[in-house]
């Protein structure tokens, strides 16, 4: 599959969740932003989406936004699909703390400047009830193991590529050198930023694996 097919998939992924998630009553809307923290990750692919689809106007305060995320912000050292693979093996997980960060670089004015190019992990955010009145986001179950699902999805998709903190993958991705590098199935390496693997195996509770697999089945 070739990074144009790869995207086309991406964009499916995006458009079969928000189906499935309208048929939830949430509270998320607009200027609601409790849940808009640095700690968003996400994936190669979906930044890659990004700098090739966001206004040309807006690249480069973007890009300078991006370069300049909170200091404490979560950098993953386990994929979703890695955790996976380590939980049916029987193996302990290590994560890195998720720290408390500050707000997320591109938001601006309560308004994502970014939004219709947001990766998966904003689009997951939801919640029953206002967060910032509860302190957490209220996600139904079926929500929640739908999320893992199709973070393992994406990941897969995004195989050989990296993943971790959203604003250190777009800043790998905003070196031309890197990007190319990724647009041309090199080798990726870097400090912070984790490889992606394939899914070995989905982590979906019993009870919802049917309505996990119906949804998927809807994808490419
Ligand atoms: S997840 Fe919480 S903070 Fe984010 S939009 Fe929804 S209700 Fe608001
Ligand atoms: S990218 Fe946009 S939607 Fe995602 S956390 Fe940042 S401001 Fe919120």
């Not at 380590?86 to 193996?91: I, L, N, P, V």
């Amino acid at each position: 599959m070739d990074l144009n097919q790869q995207i086309a998939v991406l964009k499916q992924i995006y458009a079969v969740y928000s189906e499935f998630i309208s048929r939830f009553t949430i509270f998320c809307k607009k200027y609601c932003d409790t849940c808009c923290t640095g700690n968003v990750t996400g994936t190669t692919l979906e930044g890659y989406y990004l700098l090739k689809n966001m206004e040309k106007d807006q690249q480069s305060i973007v890009l300078e936004k991006f370069a300049s995320p909170p200091s404490k912000r979560f950098q993953p050292k386990l994929s979703f699909n890695r955790i996976a693979k380590q939980c049916a093996d029987g193996e302990d997980i290590q994560e890195a703390p998720v720290s408390i960060s500050g707000k997320c670089p591109v938001l601006l004015n309560h308004q994502c400047l970014v939004y219709p190019y947001r990766p998966f992990g904003c689009r997951c955010m939801v919640s029953a009830k206002p967060c910032s009145e509860t302190g957490y986001a209220d996600i139904d179950p079926l929500i929640f193991s739908v999320n893992h699902a199709f973070m393992q999805l994406i990941e897969h998709l995004d195989a050989g590529g990296l993943s971790g903190n959203f604003s250190d993958v777009v800043n790998f991705l905003a070196i031309e050198k890197n990007r190319k590098a990724y647009e041309n199935r090199l080798q990726l390496n870097h400090r912070i930023l984790i490889p992606n693997i394939s899914i070995s195996v989905l982590m979906v509770p019993p009870e919802h694996r049917g309505q996990v697999e119906a949804l998927l089945k809807q994808i490419g």
